[in-house]
């Protein structure tokens, strides 16, 4: 029983839209609606409305794992994503709704030599820059998760695995309805089923944008949509280092609780944990094809499973339930783009690649700074798209959890 109590979410739809705002945001999901969430309720901003071409959450944000976590393999990055774990703590408590936020801890486990090394470095870079990882052996990942097979069927035996106790969950629909809730109760807007088919800029300054159902002016344009950013920037002459791949994942039916951390292995490439309602979720790396394809294959679910059953046996007494794909948007370095570009008052976040969802309350809050204030935050200072032309890239694929 959770401590909250459960109530209708309050959503309010306007009919019409305005001929300009102070701010358009372009996507719907979990990072566009955070930034919304922070301007109203940090900086007072409300003139601003959220444009989203399908409902609220359709995208990325309703097709992701929910796994929350700091353990990342660049001190740029520990700062950024331990900050977003911090605030997903307290989420709950902000916005008074039940996230069905849930600590697990996440243990990512090495089978050979380089990866107990792999993994020792992770753990002491995470604890010098404030991330509670530690690295463990066998025996205690077994006295965690005593499901796991340490044989890994003969062919993968578990040598170690750095843990990470503070790693967690929640449910991605409730997040997206309390930012939603919390911004439109500020005085956001927020519309659904509006298409933007442009973006209009004068002398490199954006002027508004384009929509299906006519034309916003706006002194702020954030695109904080996934999948389709590389060409809705395009529209303002601006070319992104983004391309899109789909990313697989399934759950199966109902299973006994019992799988109390979430389980992550670099060389079988999957990962699992078990839902509230007790579904196994499992997911693996991006399809290798970059696409904007939204189809799943049979191909990604039987390599996947027969993965997840070398450390997770107890998996073959279970079906499959239902099997979806994301897009994920992958810079060069896997880390994300956050910040202005060379269009005067274009802003960006994008490149979330497969951790978007972990992000979105310090996304949010930082762009909502950023917005507020001209100024880019510290902590998102080293993630801009400049660092491209700096050669200053923050590369991390290793942190993709899966790669």
């Not at 509006?194 to 384009?210: K, M, N, P, S, Y």
């Amino acid at each position: 029983m959770n401590e909250f109590v459960e109530s209708k979410v309050r959503l309010r739809w306007p009919e019409e839209l305005r001929s300009s705002y102070d701010v358009v945001i372009v996507g719907g999901g979990g990072h566009g609606l955070a930034t919304a969430y922070y301007l109203a309720t940090r900086h007072g901003i409300t003139n601003v409305a959220v444009l989203e071409r399908g409902y609220i959450g359709s995208g990325n944000s309703g097709r992701n794992t929910t796994v929350i976590r700091a353990n990342y393999g660049v001190p740029e990055a520990v700062r950024f994503y331990q900050h977003s774990l911090e605030l997903y703590q307290r989420l709950e408590d902000e916005t008074g709704r039940w996230i069905m936020h849930k600590e697990k801890g996440l243990l990512w486990i090495a089978h050979t030599e380089m990866g107990l090394r792999a993994e020792r470095a992770r753990a002491a870079l995470n604890q010098a820059y404030g991330s509670d990882t530690v690295f463990i052996g066998p025996e205690e990942i077994k006295a965690i998760c005593p499901q796991i097979d340490l044989s890994g069927g003969g062919r993968y035996p578990v040598l170690g695995a750095s843990y990470h106790p503070r790693g967690a969950t929640a449910r991605h629909d409730r997040v997206v309805w309390s930012l939603a809730e919390g911004a439109m109760r500020g005085g956001v807007e927020v519309h659904q089923r509006t298409r933007v088919i442009g973006l209009q800029v004068d002398a490199d300054r954006i002027l508004g944008v384009e929509t299906d159902r006519g034309f916003i002016g706006a002194g702020t344009v954030l695109l904080a949509l996934g999948g389709q950013v590389s060409t809705i920037a395009a529209m303002a002459g601006l070319r992104l280092p983004i391309r899109t791949h789909p990313l697989q994942a399934f759950v199966t039916n109902h299973y006994q609780q019992g799988l109390d951390a979430i389980v992550a292995s670099t060389e079988l490439l999957f990962y699992a944990s078990q839902t509230a309602r007790g579904e196994i979720l499992i997911g693996a790396e991006i399809d290798r094809q970059p696409s904007y394809s939204y189809r799943s294959s049979y191909g990604f679910l039987s390599s996947c499973a027969g993965r997840a059953l070398v450390l997770l046996p107890f998996l073959a007494d279970l079906k499959v339930l239902r099997q979806w794909t994301g897009v994920c948007d992958m810079s060069p370095d896997y880390s994300p783009v956050m910040g202005p570009t060379d269009v005067q008052g274009l802003l960006v976040t994008t490149g979330w690649g497969t951790w978007g969802f972990k992000a979105i309350p310090a996304g949010g809050e930082a762009m909502a700074a950023l917005i507020a204030t001209g100024v880019v935050p510290s902590l998102i200072a080293p993630f801009g798209l400049d660092r491209f032309v700096n050669d200053r890239t923050l590369s991390d694929r290793g942190s993709a959890g899966t790669q």
